[in-house]
Nanobody
Framework: QVQLVESGGGLVQPGGSLRLSCAAS????????MGWYRQAPGKQRELVAT????????NYADSVKGRFTISRDNAKNTVYLQMNSLKPEDTAVYYC??????????WGQGTQVTVSS
C-alpha cells in the first residue's frame, strides 16, 4: 500500500557528502515514522536514523551521530538523509523504511553508497 523510491546514492571519496532522498506514495496517510537502514555485504541490516512524521523527533545510530542528519518534508511525503564526513565504513546499501498504523512497514529497494579513494 506504500511504495518507496530511494535516490541519491553513488561513489564518493572519504570525507565527502551525499544526500539520499526517499519519496513515499500510495497509502501514506497513516505513516508515523520514517527512517533509513543500511546493509553492508556479509552483515545484518542496521538502523541508521529515524524521524517521526508529526513532531520531527529524530534518532541516530551512534556510528553516524554528528555526521548524518535525517529530515522530512511531509508535504512531499519525502524523507532525506544528509551524509557528511563519509567514511569507508559507511559503504552499504541504504534502505528507506516507513511504518504506518494502517499499512504496516514498507521498504524501498535500496540505493548503493560507496565511500572509497
Amino acid at each position: 500500500q506504500v511504495q518507496l523510491v530511494e535516490s541519491g546514492g553513488g561513489l564518493v571519496q572519504p570525507g565527502g557528502s551525499l544526500r539520499l532522498s526517499c519519496a513515499a506514495s500510495g497509502s501514506v496517510f497513516s505513516i508515523y515514522v520514517m527512517g533509513w537502514y543500511r546493509q553492508a555485504p556479509g552483515k545484518q541490516r542496521e538502523l541508521v536514523a529515524t524521524i517521526t512524521h508529526s513532531e520531527g523527533r529524530t534518532n541516530y545510530a551512534d556510528s553516524v551521530k554528528g555526521r548524518f542528519t535525517i529530515s522530512r518534508d511531509n508535504a512531499k511525503n519525502t524523507v532525506y538523509l544528509q551524509m557528511n564526513s563519509l567514511k569507508p565504513e559507511d559503504t552499504a546499501v541504504y534502505y528507506c523504511k516507513t511504518s504506518g498504523t494502517a499499512t504496516g512497514d514498507a521498504w524501498g529497494q535500496g540505493t548503493q553508497v560507496t565511500v572509497s579513494s
